[in-house]
């Protein structure tokens, strides 16, 4: 609006206003084993879930709001339509083998009167939308060691919070946050997955629905593994190049008219 007013002269100059430090990317990603124990944790209803953000890297509400007539089995692929996604844009997804399996068995679940994907069956037996599940998310990441509760501190301070007593005769209890993976790792996982596949990142960017460079490297984090890979490409690649040079003519001149020797 001041930019706005300037081109307008209506304000003559446009205030300063200092902006806070772009907060650090999360570095919490999903590798298989851990994906295999957290699968095993979780309650039925959250399992394909789970697995479409694993293998995908779709939203949590773009996998909530998944219909039927968005998965092509035919092409392979899960269509998001423009305006169901976050920047509004549509966009496909491929469905690699393993997740084909999950999702014909779901198929298999259905009833006729829910059109959604994921779902969960209420107290009267009839599938419904999943909503928030963020408690059964904590549990099993606790249960699978991926999670845990810790005291919450004051960040200035570092000194534990309480909760206020429930009663004259009751003890504050220090205030507990959980500290481990959530549900959004399943993004940051997927365009790692792809960048190490081999996707080119345009590619890439348009399947996760990337619209910059500067957000799809906040997600495109490497892991510990990718540099011992790395390592390992390095160190082929320059013994390659200069081989083992001990047996040549040069080298044992070289030695020889060394004053070591």
């Not at 996998?63 to 844009?89: P, Y």
């Not at 590619?203 to 997600?219: E, L, P």
């Amino acid at each position: 609006m001041f930019y706005l007013a300037k081109e307008d002269d209506k304000l003559r100059d446009i205030p300063h206003f200092p902006m806070t430090k772009e907060s650090r990317p999360r570095q919490g990603f999903f590798e298989r084993e851990d994906y295999e124990k957290l699968l095993a944790e979780l309650p039925d209803y959250l399992r394909l879930p789970f697995s479409i953000g694993y293998f995908s890297g779709m939203r949590q509400g773009e996998i909530l709001g998944l219909e039927w007539s968005q998965v092509d089995f035919i092409r392979g692929a899960i269509h998001l339509l423009a305006g169901e996604t976050k920047n509004d844009e549509a966009r496909d997804l491929p469905i690699v083998s393993h997740l084909r399996k999950l999702l014909v068995e779901q198929r298999a679940k259905r009833q006729s009167d829910c059109p959604y994907v994921c779902f969960r069956l209420n107290r009267k037996g009839h599938a419904v939308k999943i909503q928030g599940f963020r408690k059964a998310w904590y549990s099993a990441c606790i249960r699978s060691g991926l999670g845990k509760m810790e005291p919450k501190t004051d960040r200035v301070t570092g000194e534990v919070l309480y909760a206020s007593p429930r009663g004259p005769r009751s003890k504050p209890k220090a205030k507990m946050v959980y500290q481990g993976m959530i549900f959004h790792d399943l993004r940051r996982s997927g365009a790692r997955a792809l960048v190490d596949a081999g996707v080119p990142e345009k590619v890439a960017m348009a399947i996760g629905g990337w619209k910059t460079r500067s957000v799809f490297d906040r997600y495109k984090i490497n892991s510990r593994k990718n540099f011992v890979d790395a390592g390992r490409k390095l160190e082929n690649f320059h013994s390659q190049k200069v081989g083992d040079i001990s047996g040549t003519i040069e080298h044992q001149a070289e030695t020889a008219d060394s004053p070591i020797n």
